[in-house]
């Protein structure tokens, strides 16, 4: 699978607008390659360059295997659960001045949709996908506050 965003470029930086400086909304994401059979997909955001830990920036899943797409600012076709910040929904780049950080958009495309309560978290997500998860890909962007 391949995943993209018209956004920025795998490895490229996160524009301003996506981001806790900017308004805050999820970026476009596209995805492609979907092996056969699939039932639905999990979304996870994190930055692995927090300081204290990976820190969590958006939990979606339950998003039906006919969709290879989501719009900016994106609220329907799945559900979504809670992330570090505290809330439900995505919750854009906002790392402490000084160095760049990375930020891992992560696709799971599953054999069956993951059972979970509604407000789950990555940990809770990642349980529920364990032996379901058929085929993955990742697209990493950075974001530096000046």
């Known amino acids: 699978m391949k995943l993209t965003s018209t956004a920025f470029a795998d490895g490229g930086a996160i524009p301003v607008k996506y981001t806790c400086d900017g308004d805050d909304v999820s970026p476009p994401l596209a995805w492609s390659g979907v092996p056969a059979g699939i039932k639905s997909f999990v979304l996870i955001c994190d930055d692995p360059d927090a300081p ?6 958006w939990v979606a899943y339950g998003i039906p295997s006919e969709i290879t797409s989501l719009p900016e600012g994106v609220h329907g076709n799945m559900e979504q659960g809670v992330t570090d910040f505290g809330r439900i929904g995505y ?3 906002c790392p402490p001045r000084g160095k ?19 407000g789950a978290t990555k940990v809770d997500i990642e349980r529920a996908m364990a032996g379901k ?6 697209l990493m962007g950075t974001y530096q506050r000046q």
Do not use: C, M, S
């Not at 204290?52 to 920036?57: I, L, M």
């Not at 998860?133 to 990742?138: E, G, H, I, L, P």
């Open 100 to 118: 760049p950080h990375r930020y891992y958009f992560k696709l799971f495309a599953l054999r069956e949709p993951p059972v979970v309560q509604p």
């Open 52 to 57: 204290a830990k990976t820190w969590v920036h």
């Open 133 to 138: 998860v058929v085929d993955q890909a990742q």
């Open 91 to 93: 919750g854009g780049p």
